[in-house]
């Protein structure tokens, strides 16, 4: 039997979230996950243990900037908890490697950061960079499977919560899903809220806010604008592109699905 309790969120996300723990959806998300996981645990990816990794890795005192994805990739081998980031042992070039971080990639390039040297996004969690799903679970090979177990519940007072207790954080909405969560954030103290389309396949053009400019002309500006803002709030930048991209992973970053 699979467990599944508060006590895999770490204690100041627990604080943040306050009486939720407390509430109907919380013990649905319970009940629906616990399910899933004695069904088939091995079809479930990030494996259990990593479905909070974004929250693990960036401490509710440390957030400076909110990434909004949609669920973890549901291939097999990409999955890490984190929105958007894989293993970094998945070569760039490669058919694994997702068109979203490839046009991320590109955009930090077209802002003179220079392009990404794996796909590996855990420093930018370790910088303050929360790099949130709004579902932290997902069935391999069946995109959006676990969307409506109950995860929207917990992640929505998550977002209202923190954009209430933290001033000045900087919000990314890529895609039409991420800004659906716009409502959320916009009472939230200062925020600056970055929208534009999704950064994967041809979407990222398709918008009246492309994240990337047809023929490679230029991006959304959403990195720049992020350090500007940081710059102007009395914090510190993101180094975006790892500059020491053959730094181990003290053992933290191999998944397997």
Same mark, same amino acid.
């Given at each position: ?22 509430s ?23 494996e259990p243990?990593?479905?909070f ?18 669920d +973890?990739?549901h291939?097999p081998? /990409?999955?890490? =908890?984190? *929105?958007? &980031?894989?293993?970094?042992n #998945?070569?760039?070039?490669?058919r ?65 919560n923190?954009?209430q207790?933290? +001033?000045?954080?900087?919000?990314? /909405?890529?895609? =039409?899903? *991420?800004? &659906?969560k716009f409502?959320? #954030? ?12 999704h950064?994967?396949?041809l979407g990222v ?12 002309k230029g991006?959304?500006g ?16 993101v ?10 992973d003290?053992g933290l970053f191999?998944?397997?699905?």
């Amino acid at each position: 039997m699979h467990s599944f309790s508060a006590a895999d969120i770490p204690e100041d996300w627990r604080t943040l979230l306050g009486d939720y723990f407390e509430s109907l959806d919380w013990q649905a998300l319970q009940t629906n996950l616990r399910s899933e996981l004695n069904q088939s645990a091995e079809q479930i990816r990030p494996e259990p243990q990593y479905f909070f990794k974004a929250l693990t890795l960036t401490p509710v005192s440390q957030v400076k900037v909110v990434i909004l994805g949609q669920d +973890p990739y549901h291939s097999p081998g /990409l999955a890490q =908890g984190l *929105a958007f &980031s894989i293993p970094r042992n #998945i070569p760039s070039n490669s058919r694994q490697f997702p068109s979203s971080l490839r046009n991320i990639s590109k955009a930090l390039a077209l802002e003179g950061f220079g392009t990404l040297p794996y796909g590996d996004l855990h420093s930018w969690a370790e910088q303050g960079v929360l790099l949130l799903n709004t579902a932290l679970s997902v069935k391999l090979g069946e995109a959006g499977s676990h969307a409506n177990l109950g995860w929207k519940s917990l992640i929505d007072k998550l977002i209202r919560n923190l954009g209430q207790k933290k +001033p000045n954080l900087v919000w990314m /909405l890529w895609g =039409g899903h *991420a800004q &659906s969560k716009f409502p959320l #954030i916009e009472p939230a103290l200062n925020p600056l809220i970055l929208q534009s389309s999704h950064p994967s396949g041809l979407g990222v053009y398709k918008t009246a806010k492309p994240f990337l400019q047809p023929g490679g002309k230029g991006s959304c500006g959403h990195f720049q604008k992020a350090n500007a803002w940081l710059i102007e709030h009395q914090q510190s930048p993101v180094h975006w592109v790892d500059s020491h991209p053959s730094h181990t992973d003290k053992g933290l970053f191999t998944l397997t699905g």
